[in-house]
């Protein structure tokens, strides 16, 4: 079911998505914003509970993480964007959207690999969070 919150969350998401795939980068100061508007709206709906939007957060800084580890293999931009999500959805709605993105991500990868017979390649993630957000919200899980 299509709610305000969901809408303007796609409507973020989507944005985020376009800046992702045209400039390859996404300002830290609209992740910033986007993450101090998560924030208050959990606080002022509590539409989750608070430790499962916790737990989502806890994946998020997880990710964060992993991109120092890796050198950013996986963006900070994207690790922030996974927790905005985190809180957002909280665990389990995170979880069903980062399983979605990375399905269509690694088949996109094989196909690209498969045929194309290149090792390296990088995408823009953003494109798959908002589709999976997406998938998510219409098969109503989200």
Do not use: H
């Amino acid at each position: 079911m299509w709610t305000v919150s969901r809408i303007v969350a796609m409507v973020i998401l989507t944005g985020l998505s376009f800046m992702d795939y045209k400039i390859r980068k996404v300002p830290r100061d609209v992740l910033l914003l986007c993450m101090v508007g998560t924030v208050l709206y959990q606080a002022v709906t509590q539409n989750i509970d608070w430790m499962v939007s916790l737990g989502g957060g806890l994946i998020g800084m997880i990710f964060i993480g992993i991109s120092k580890i890796t050198r950013e293999a996986i963006g900070y931009g994207d690790s922030l964007a996974i927790l905005i999500l985190g809180i957002y959805l909280g665990v389990w709605g995170l979880l069903e959207v980062l399983a979605t993105s990375f399905f269509i991500l690694g088949i996109l990868a094989l196909g690209c690999v498969t045929l194309r017979r290149k090792k390296s390649l990088a995408f823009p993630f953003y494109p798959f969070l908002t589709v999976g957000y997406l998938f998510g919200v219409c098969i109503g899980g989200l």
